[in-house]
Each structure stands twice: as structure tokens, then as C-alpha cells.
């Protein structure tokens, strides 16, 4: 495993890489509030094949953060992939996304067609997307002062009490959480502090629309392989996603027993279906 810098315009962007620069690449992209070491078990099954590059996305990790007067959206996460992929030299690659990260990788996919070898997802199909029904309310908490986001960081005093915080929260076991609370911490008076722009926590002023998501997926090209947890989450509903998948053309479906973080909960099973997909 090696640290990564890339330089991207305005923003440098940490990460981690395995196996050999000359190995055909494959680029990750972790879910919210994740950072590059939620691959840490998966990405070694992989490097006898690939060039594996996980980077951290702005605002997560050791990546810097956006500009006070910026927003995380998913479309400015693509625009910094594709940025950090010219920073690469990487031609061409394949492409894995997780959760959020998956959203991101969809895009990505329909953004740069001819740059994407392969694409596989696990637990997501494209961005969170609006049906209408929070809309209003959505908006006005995204644009009031008081939005989350603007509270002081919570110090813990060790990592492993910040392990189990993020374990109580996601439900992903301490010694699994473990992985990516230690990169996600820096070392402050007290303690430790997650290193994360605390703006990541605020809600979205504006989704794109269902109909919106539905029309991007049909421009999809890539070889698609999606990996789904089973019992699926509350925000993954089968009805709604098989939708989605319906845009898909070409697209195989797994699932896979266990929790939302398959990829740190069975990485042997992950890796074998990944070397399969692509």
C-alpha cells in the first residue's frame, strides 16, 4: 500500500495505491464519509491484476476541503475523478464505486464513455434522486443557517472510541470501521477529531429528479456489474432500484448476504466478484 498526492485545479486529493504502476488501472471511489481505506482489504485481492487507485474525494480524508463558498455535489465529485484521472495519465480504466461513491461512478461512466473499461458498483445505481415528495422541505434546511454542519467536531480520546462511534452509527463492527476512522482522524488538543469538512453533513439543496437519473442511465455504456447487500437498506428499496436497473442495458445484478459495506465484510467474496465483472 502507497500514499497518494494528486494535484487537481484548486484542490490537492489524497489517496492509496496498490499492485504495479503497469498493471491495467483501476480507480475507486468510496462512499460518504469514507475515505480511501474502506478499500484496505479488498484492494490487495486485486493488485496481483490491477493497478488499484483509491482516492479520497474533497472534503473526505486527506483531501482538502472546497472553498467556504462552495457545496459537495455529485456532479463537481466528477468533474474532480476525471480531473484527477488527467492528473493520472490514465487514459483509460476501470471504475469501481461505493454507495455514494457508486453514484459518482455511475456519472463518471455516462460523463466519459470512452474512458471507462469497466464499471462495478456496489450498493448504489446513480445518485440519491428526488421523487418530489421533500423537495420544499429539503431546500429550506439545505439553505437555513442552522444546517448540520455548522457544529464543533466531537474529540474522542483514542481511536478506538472513535471506532466504535462510527461503528454505533453505521453498524459496520469496530475492527472493520477501524480502517477507515484511522485515516478519517487527525490528532488535536485532547484528543482526536475527524478530519472530514463538516459541510459534508448538511443536506442537499437540490437533487436531480427520478426522471432526471433515469434518462442519464440510459446513455450508460460500460459494461455494468452491480453488487447489492442483502436485506437491502432502507434507502436502497428493490422496486425503485429495478428501475433504474431497467435503463441499464448491459448490466449484471448480484447479491450478496451481509451489511452495507460488503467490500470490508467479505473481501474474499468481493474480490472473487469483481475479477469476475471486469
Known amino acids: 500500500m502507497r500514499e497518494l498526492t494528486v ?111 469497466g464499471l462495478a458498483l456496489i450498493e448504489g445505481l446513480g445518485p440519491l434522486g428526488d421523487d418530489g415528495s421533500r423537495t420544499l422541505d429539503r431546500f429550506r434546511d439545505a439553505m437555513a443557517l442552522k444546517a448540520t454542519g455548522n457544529r464543533p467536531l466531537r474529540v474522542f480520546p483514542t481511536i478506538a472510541a472513535a471506532a466504535d462511534a462510527r461503528a454505533l452509527a453505521s453498524g459496520l463492527a469496530p475492527a472493520l470501521s477501524h480502517y477507515i476512522v484511522e485515516r478519517g482522524l487527525r490528532d488535536v488538543d485532547g484528543g482526536w477529531s475527524w478530519r472530514s469538512d463538516p459541510r459534508l453533513s448538511r443536506p442537499s439543496a437540490v437533487r436531480m429528479a427520478e426522471t432526471q437519473i433515469m434518462s442519464l442511465l440510459l446513455g450508460l455504456a460500460a459494461p455494468t456489474s452491480l453488487l447489492l447487500a ?49
Open 7 to 117: 494535484s487537481i485545479p484548486g484542490l490537492e486529493l489524497g489517496g492509496l495505491a496498490w499492485g504495479e504502476p503497469d498493471a491495467p488501472p483501476l480507480l475507486m471511489v468510496h462512499g460518504w464519509l469514507d475515505n480511501a481505506a474502506s478499500f484496505a482489504l479488498l484492494a490487495p485481492k486485486l493488485a496481483d491484476r490491477f493497478h488499484v487507485i483509491a482516492l479520497d474525494l474533497p472534503g473526505h480524508g486527506h483531501s482538502g476541503h472546497l472553498p467556504d463558498s462552495s457545496v459537495y455535489q455529485h456532479v463537481d465529485y466528477v468533474r474532480a475523478m476525471l480531473a484527477a484521472a488527467d492528473a493520472l495519465a490514465l487514459p483509460r480504466f476501470h471504475l469501481l464505486g461505493h454507495s455514494l461513491g457508486a453514484g459518482i461512478a455511475t456519472l463518471l461512466a455516462i460523463a466519459a464513455p470512452e474512458r471507462v473499461r
Open 230 to 278: 442483502r436485506p437491502h437498506p432502507p434507502y436502497l428499496e428493490p422496486e425503485g432500484l429495478q428501475v433504474r436497473i431497467d435503463c441499464v442495458e448491459n448490466i449484471r445484478v448480484t447479491h450478496m448476504d451481509g451489511g452495507h459495506h460488503l467490500h470490508l465484510e467479505q473481501p474474499e467474496a468481493v474480490a472473487s466478484w469483481l475479477h469476475s465483472a471486469l
